[in-house]
T-cell receptor
Framework: NAGVTQTPKFQVLKTGQSMTLQCAQD?????MSWYRQDPGMGLRLIHY?????ITDQGEVPNGYNVSRSTTEDFPLRLLSAAPSQTSVYFC???WGSGTMNTEAFFGQGTRLTVV | DQQVKQNSPSLSVQEGRISILNCDYT??????FLWYKKYPAEGPTFLISISSIKDKNEDGRFTVFLNKSAKHLSLHIVPSQPGDSAVYFC???????????FGPGTRLSVLP
């Protein structure tokens, strides 16, 4: 099993450009999420999905869009990149739902720089 | 306002000694806590967790203690090994789902 796979690993964008960060998991997990990591701030939740066709906003959703058409894939779209979106982005998945005590599995991350 | 705090940005420990990483939280509704380890250029990997109905959980060299009244948890690593050198994140579950709130991390260096 590959686990959670993110592409690309690195990306440089110009301000105003759009792009999609890809995330795929092969563990048949229902729950998937996107976090961003900034220095001194830990990981912050951007968007999440509890299953195909269902998405919701996390703590820092502005400037990002998501969709979940399949169980495996959960892409994150930057609509119009801004320097404040320079960060490391992590996709995660977990098999649990509701009150189940389970951990999240993370991808290797995408380091995005917006100039 | 950070709901999960790790007040020590870094910690250095000699190989073979105990490492103690601390975490404090403010939201009494958190019911499940986890520790993640992260190496450079990799994603966080799950280390150990504890439910709010317990006060201790052990897994090999790793033990997590939870003090609910103080809203404090700690991770003990005994004995510490150079391969344990990494950034450790404390995380707490919010709102019963699978969403986690992370602390800012503590960088542990285990010196040979």
């Amino acid at each position: 099993n590959a686990g959670v796979t993110q592409t690309p690993k690195f990306q440089v964008l110009k301000t105003g450009q759009s792009m999609t960060l890809q995330c795929a998991q092969d563990m048949n997990h229902e729950y998937m999420s996107w976090y961003r990591q900034d220095p001194g701030m830990g990981l912050r939740l951007i968007h999440y999905s509890v299953g195909a066709g269902i998405t919701d906003q996390g703590e820092v959703p502005n400037g990002y869009n998501v969709s979940r058409s399949t169980t495996e894939d959960f892409p994150l779209r930057l609509l119009s990149a801004a320097p404040s979106q320079t960060s490391v982005y992590f996709c995660a998945s977990s098999w649990g739902s509701g009150t189940m005590n389970t951990e999240a599995f993370f991808g290797q991350g995408t380091r995005l720089t917006v100039v | 306002d950070q709901q999960v705090k790790q007040n020590s940005p870094s910690l250095s420990v000699q190989e073979g000694r105990i490492s103690i990483l601390n975490c404090d939280y403010t939201n009494s509704m958190f019911d499940y806590f986890l520790w993640y380890k992260k190496y450079p250029a990799e994603g966080p990997t799950f280390l150990i967790s504890i439910s709010s109905i317990k006060d201790k959980n052990e897994d090999g060299r790793f033990t997590v203690f939870l003090n609910k009244s103080a809203k404090h948890l700690s991770l003990h690593i005994v004995p510490s090994q150079p391969g344990d050198s990494a950034v450790y994140f404390c995380a707490a579950r919010k709102d019963y789902g699978q969403n986690f709130v992370f602390g800012p991390g503590t960088r542990l260096s285990v010196l040979p």
